[in-house]
């Protein structure tokens, strides 16, 4: 959503996770296409070195980041790092979904 988000407003951006699912979510997909936005066919991808490398900017969710990324990662995050403490849309109703979307919206604007 995020990436998403930041694309429509002409921002680089690439979403990634460390343990990224298989398939986007179709409750997800469903409430971006509320906002006009098609994700039906995005793939979650597995955050790499060369993306933090890379990044101006790391943003994290409110993900146990020390718990799931191996430490000569967590080093390089660390200079760009903002954690943004977002609850995971995962196993969450869609009126949930649509609050966790629209505030991700809101902290990508502001950014």
Partial sequence: MAEAFAKGRRLGAASAGTVP???????????????????SSSTPKLL?????????????MGCSVEEVCPRPMLARMQKKLVDW???????????????????IERKVAGL
């Fill in 85 to 103: 403490n977002i609850e995971d849309p995962k196993g969450k109703t869609i009126e949930e979904i649509r609050k966790i979307r629209d505030e």
């Fill in 48 to 60: 790499t070195t060369k993306m933090i490398n890379q990044a101006a900017l790391v943003v994290t």
């Fill in 21 to 39: 699912a298989s398939v986007v979510s179709p409750i997800v997909v469903q409430v971006m296409k509320e906002k006009g936005i098609d994700l």
